[in-house]
């Protein structure tokens, strides 16, 4: 792990003392079921892996409850992870970064359209923010080539800068590992008594319900059948693992004799609208 860097010529976030809370909208965030999901977390433990972070919802429920939570989280998106190591290490630059945007759609598809490899971290972070808030339905989703191709959202106003949230973040990641690892690894560290949470992408419902092109690969059926490898051996460690996913008969058949529970989620990512609304996931649990 490598130490957490001063951001540049301000200490400011330490002397902010909001709430963190997540910075991007994400698909099938964890924001709306925070309340539900205090009655599973195990009562004590010693660290916190989340190697599905996406927006990042329950890491920063934790964080706000469990004043300096010793965690690792990661993402197999390395855009997201730049994202989250910029703002902890530099939230200045970044900050600096997004007053440049606007929510316009021709700067939208200008900015679309940049290939982020040629830009700075910095950049890099802000242009995920801007189009995280500007983009249809907050959407991440990716071609085969890696590019960014979701539609301009359309917003009224939406709040591109929020430095008291930005502050609130990196504060809350200065002591946090950020990796970008593949599932496997990212928890390959946790111990007896570490607290593990997966938010992997879902096994689809049915064949039409299947949300892709989260990273240029895909995870698909082979992937579930290796997580619950992982969640079996973490059972062993004597980790306390817990995990969200469908609720359809093969995911609950892979964790046949693991504690499953039923809740409901809200729906929202259909060009349909008829189509969102209340829905059934499972909370699987070694405890």
Avoid at 140 to 152: A, S, T
Avoid at 197 to 208: A, E, M, Q, R, V
Wanted: glycine share 6%; hydrophobic share 35%; with cysteine.
């Amino acid at each position: 792990m490598q130490p957490a860097r001063r951001a540049k010529g301000t200490n400011v976030r330490h002397l902010v003392t909001a709430k963190a809370t997540p910075f991007l909208k994400w698909a099938g965030g964890k924001s709306q079921l925070l309340a539900t999901f205090d009655k599973f977390y195990p009562k004590n433990f010693n660290r916190y892996f989340e190697p599905f972070l996406g927006g990042g919802a329950v890491f920063f429920s934790l964080a706000a409850r469990y004043e300096g939570l010793r965690a690792t989280i990661s993402d197999c998106n390395d855009e997201l992870i730049n994202c989250y190591t910029m703002i902890r290490d530099q939230p200045d630059e970044v900050l600096e970064e997004l007053r440049e945007h606007r929510n316009d759609i021709h700067h939208f598809y200008k900015i679309r359209a940049q290939n982020a490899d040629q830009l700075d971290d910095a950049e890099r972070a802000a242009r995920m923010i801007f189009l995280n808030k500007t983009c249809f339905n907050g959407l991440y989703r990716v071609n085969r080539k890696g590019q960014f191709n979701v539609p301009f959202g359309r917003y009224k106003n939406p709040k591109l800068v929020d430095s008291q949230n930005i502050y609130a973040v990196s504060r809350v990641l200065a002591n946090t590992q950020i990796i970008c690892q593949p599932f496997e690894k990212a928890v390959a560290k946790a111990r007896q008594n570490d607290f593990v949470y997966f938010d992997p992408p879902y096994h689809p419902l049915n064949s039409t319900s299947n949300f892709t092109s989260y990273t240029k690969g895909s995870f698909n059926y082979a992937d579930q059948e290796r997580l619950a490898q992982v969640f079996k051996s973490l059972s062993q460690k004597g980790c306390y693992v817990m995990q969200s996913n469908s609720d359809i008969p093969v995911i609950r058949e892979l964790y046949s004799g693991f504690r499953i529970e039923t809740v409901q989620a809200n729906r929202a990512i259909n060009c349909n609208g008829d189509k969102r609304g209340r829905i059934n996931e499972l909370i699987i649990l070694n405890y």
